[in-house]
C-alpha cells in the first residue's frame, strides 16, 4: 500500500516528533538516551589522546611559580604518570582548551580537533538555541533552575588511529569516519573515533544534544545519559554548487561548506566553468577570465580557490573542481575564438542543450596545446587539498562539429575516436598531478568511450545508468536529477497559496531572457524537463497572481535569504531589462542599431535566411531548413496559472508588443489584472 521510502520518512518524522533528541541529523546507526539533565560550562576539561595536563616543576621553572600554580583552584589536582617524568610537552601538546573561533595554523590531527572543539563549543554557547517549538505549547520542558545544577566534568577524545598524509584529501573510502560517543549520568563525555575526521562528525553530534536555558547562559542536556554510535552508510556524501551559470562570493560558498559540516558531508564539487561564464582566473592566461568572466568583481582567484579548499579540508569536506568540456565550454570563445565552435548559434536547441552553446574542436592542436597550459596552471594548485578533478562531459552534441572546418561531420562513428583521445589525453593530465579524473555519465554510455578504471563516473539521468555503470566495472556517484529538487518560497509577506503547483524551471545565464526559448525542449518535456544536471533544476512556485509571482526567474537571480527575510534583486531584474532591449534592438529589423559605417541596417528577413543557411539538414548536409527562424519564446511556467510570453518576430509592431507583454506579465509590474487560476 506504502512504499518503503514513504514508510521510512513518515518513521523518521514521527520519532522526531516525539523524542527532540532523536532528531540528531543525521540520524545515527544506534541511540540510546536516558532522561537526567546535565549542564555544559565553557571550562570544561578537554583531552586529546591523553590526560589532562599535569605540570610537574623542571630545572627551569622557578619553585615559587610552582606553589602558585599548583594551590589554584583551577589547577587540576593528579599526579603526572611515571612513565613520562619530569617531561609534560607531550600533555601540553594534548590538552584542547576551548578558544572562541580557533582556525589551525596547519592540517594536522591536533590541530584540526582543537578547531573542531572550538566550533563545536562555538555553536553551543552562541546559537541561542531555545526549542520552543520541539513542545507542546504551554507545557513545562525546562529544567527547574531552582533544583540546583549538574555540570559536565569532562570531555576525553580518543583518536586510535593515525591520520595518513592524505586524510584531508581522500579517495572514496579512504578516512574512517565513524564514532562512539558517550555521555554517562556523572558528566564524563567520551568520544572515540579512529580518525580526526571521524572526531569531527562525534563533535557534531556533541553540540546537538545541547540547548539554552531561556533563563539566559546556562546550557544544557536533557538525555543524560547517552549512548551513540554511528558510522556513514556512502562514503561520498556530496553537494554540487555551479558558479558559472550563477557566481557565488566566496563566504557563499564558505557558508555552505559549514553548513555540509553541520550535517556531515564530505565532499563539495565545484562546477566552476560553463558556456555562460569562466569566472576562474588563470594566471597563466588571465585573458580567459578578463573577457570570460561576468565581472571583473566576479572571479576567483588563486587565492580564493586556495582558502575554499583548505577551509572545507579543515571541517573534513574535500572541495574538488570541474571544468566541464569538450562541450559547456563557448565562453572561451571570447578569449579564444579559435577553439570553439558553435558559440551561441541558434536555434540553440540545435546545438545544445541550453544557451549559449559551443564545444571545443575535437580535431585541433591549438585546443591540446590550451588545455595542456590550462591544467599546468590549475591542477598543481588544487592537487594539496583535493584527490579528484572532474572532466564534465555531459550533453556534448554532435551537430556542434558540423561547423569545425578539421571535421564537417555529426556522424559519431568519426566523433567517437576523436572524443576517445581527447579524454584520454586530459586523464593522463590529470593522473599526472596526482589526481582522480571524474566524469559525467554520457562519456562511457553514450559516446562508449573508455576509461580507465580509476576514473569515477557521476550519473544523473537516472534510469539503468548506475546498473549500466557498475556492471563496467567504474565507481558511480549517483546523483540523480529526478530526486534533487529547491524550492523558492515568496515574500513571507506574501506566502504562497498552499494549491499552487510546482514545477522546475532551468537556470540560466544573464542577458536576453528570451535566450529561454527552447521551443522543442519546451514540448518535448512538459510538463517535466530534463535539466543539464540535479543542480540546475530551480523548482519555482507558480503562482497565478502578480503580487505573488516566483522570486527568481532567469539570469542570476536568486533568493538571498536575511535573518529570515527574503529579498528580491532588484538591480538583476533591471540588468536583465536591459539586457533584453539590447537584444531586441539587435535581432529586429525595425529596432536595429543605427548602422556603423559602411554597413547597412540588417533587415529581419534577412536574418531569418541567414539563419536557415547556417543550420545544417537532418540528415547532416549544409544549408537546410530553417528550424526555429527567429522567433524567441520566454517561458516561465505551466500548468493552471500559466505564464508563457513571446518576444514576437515578423515586424517592429509585433516586437512593442511583445515587449509591453513581456514587461506587464514577467516582470512582476502590476499593470493588468491577473490571470489563471
Given amino acids: 500500500m506504502f512504499s518503503p521510502l514513504l514508510l521510512s520518512c513518515l518513521s523518521l518524522f514521527l520519532v522526531a516528533l516525539v523524542s527532540p533528541a532523536a532528531a540528531i541529523w543525521p540520524a545515527p546507526q544506534s541511540l540510546t538516551k536516558g532522561s537526567s539533565v546535565l549542564y555544559l560550562h565553557q571550562n570544561i576539561k578537554i583531552t586529546y589522546n591523553g590526560a589532562f595536563v599535569c605540570w610537574s616543576p623542571t630545572s ?135 580518525s580526526s575526521i571521524g572526531v569531527l562528525r562525534g563533535l557534531e553530534t556533541f553540540s546537538q544534544l545541547f540547548y539554552q536555558h531561556s533563563a539566559g547562559a546556562l546550557w544544557y542536556t536533557p538525555y543524560a545519559p547517552v549512548t551513540i554510535r554511528d558510522a556513514p552508510q556512502f562514503p561520498h556524501r556530496g553537494v554540487m554548487m555551479d558558479t558559472a551559470r550563477h557566481f557565488f562570493p566566496v563566504p557563499d560558498i564558505l557558508r555552505t561548506i559549514d553548513a555540509m559540516a553541520w550535517n556531515k558531508l564530505n565532499r563539495l564539487h565545484v562546477h566552476i566553468t560553463d558556456s555562460q561564464s569562466w569566472p576562474l582566473v588563470l594566471p597563466s592566461m588571465p585573458e580567459v577570465a578578463d573577457k570570460g568572466a561576468y565581472h571583473p568583481s566576479q572571479t576567483y582567484s588563486p587565492a580564493d580557490i586556495a582558502r575554499i579548499q583548505r577551509y572545507g579540508a579543515e571541517r573534513g569536506v574535500e572541495v574538488y573542481f570541474e571544468i566541464d568540456m569538450p562541450g559547456h565550454i563557448g565562453v572561451v570563445a571570447l578569449s579564444h575564438p579559435e577553439l570553439i565552435v558553435a558559440y551561441d548559434e541558434l536555434p540553440y536547441w540545435w546545438w545544445c542543450a541550453e544557451p549559449p552553446c559551443g564545444a571545443f574542436k575535437l580535431n585541433s592542436t591549438a585546443v591540446d596545446a590550451f588545455l595542456e597550459k590550462l591544467f599546468d596552471d590549475v591542477l598543481p594548485r588544487v592537487a594539496p587539498y583535493a584527490a579528484y578533478f572532474h572532466t564534465g562531459g555531459d550533453e556534448l552534441n554532435k551537430n556542434d562539429s558540423m561547423l569545425d572546418d578539421g571535421i564537417r561531420s555529426n556522424d559519431s562513428a568519426v566523433l567517437q575516436p576523436l572524443l576517445q583521445k581527447f579524454i584520454d589525453a586530459q586523464h593522463s593530465r590529470i593522473r599526472k598531478a596526482g589526481l582522480t579524473p571524474i566524469t559525467w555519465e554520457e562519456i562511457p554510455l553514450d559516446w562508449n568511450v573508455t576509461l580507465g578504471k580509476d576514473t569515477v563516473v557521476q550519473s544523473w539521468l537516472g534510469g539503468d545508468s548506475v546498473k549500466a555503470l557498475t556492471s563496467k566495472g567504474y ?135 541567414a539563419t536557415a543557411e547556417r543550420v545544417p539538414r537532418e540528415d547532416g548536409a549544409p544549408g537546410g531548413r530553417e528550424l526555429a527562424g527567429a522567433d524567441d519564446v520566454l517561458y516561465a511556467g505551466t500548468g493552471r496559472g500559466v505564464r508563457v510570453c513571446a518576444v514576437m518576430g515578423g515586424g517592429g509592431s509585433m516586437v512593442v508588443v511583445g515587449f509591453l507583454l513581456f514587461l506587464f506579465f514577467c516582470t512582476g509590474w502590476q499593470m493588468l489584472p491577473s490571470f489563471g487560476v
Avoid at 523558492?488 to 544573464?510: E, G
Fill in 60 to 194: 627551569s621553572s622557578s619553585s615559587s611559580f610552582w606553589s602558585r600554580a599548583a594551590s589554584s583552584p583551577s589547577f587540576p589536582q593528579h599526579v603526572c604518570p611515571a612513565e613520562y617524568g619530569q617531561d609534560t610537552e607531550q600533555f601540553t601538546n594534548q590538552q584542547l582548551p576551548y578558544t572562541y573561533g580557533y582556525a589551525p595554523s596547519k592540517l594536522t590531527s591536533k590541530e584540526v580537533v582543537q578547531a573542531g572543539v572550538s566550533r563545536a563549543l562555538s555553536g553551543i554557547f552562541s546559537s541561542q538555541f531555545v526549542p520552543w517549538k520541539l513542545h507542546k505549547p504551554g507545557s513545562k520542558w525546562e529544567p527547574a533552575l531552582s533544583q540546583g545544577q549538574k555540570w559536565l566534568q569532562t570531555l576525553q577524545i580518543t583518536q586510535s588511529g593515525q591520520d595518513q598524509p592524505s586524510a584531508f584529501k581522500p579517495l572514496d573510502g579512504e578516512v574512517n569516519e565513524s564514532y562512539n560517543l558517550t555521555v554517562s549520568a556523572a558528566g564524563d563525555v567520551k568520544l572515540d573515533a579512529v
Fill in 475 to 609: 565507481k558511480v556517484i549517483d546523483s540523480d536529477y529526478n530526486f534533487w529538487v529547491s524550492i523558492l518560497f515568496t515574500s513571507l509577506s506574501h506566502p504562497a497559496p498552499t494549491n499552487t503547483p510546482f514545477f522546475p524551471v532551468p537556470r540560466l545565464r544573464p542577458g536576453p531572457m528570451a535566450q529561454l526559448g527552447q521551443r522543442q525542449r519546451l514540448r518535448n518535456r512538459l510538463p517535466l524537463q530534463r535539466l543539464v544536471r540535479p543542480d540546475q533544476v530551480l523548482a519555482a512556485r507558480l503562482l497565478a497572481r502578480p503580487d505573488r509571482e516566483p522570486h527568481a526567474r532567469g539570469g542570476q537571480a536568486r533568493a538571498r535569504r536575511r535573518g529570515g527575510h527574503v529579498e528580491r534583486d532588484h538591480r538583476q531584474r533591471q540588468l536583465r531589462l536591459a539586457a533584453l532591449a539590447a537584444r531586441v534592438r539587435r535581432r529586429r529589423g525595425a529596432l536595429v542599431r543605427p548602422p556603423r559605417p559602411g554597413h547597412g541596417a540588417e533587415p529581419h528577413a534577412a536574418r531569418r535566411r
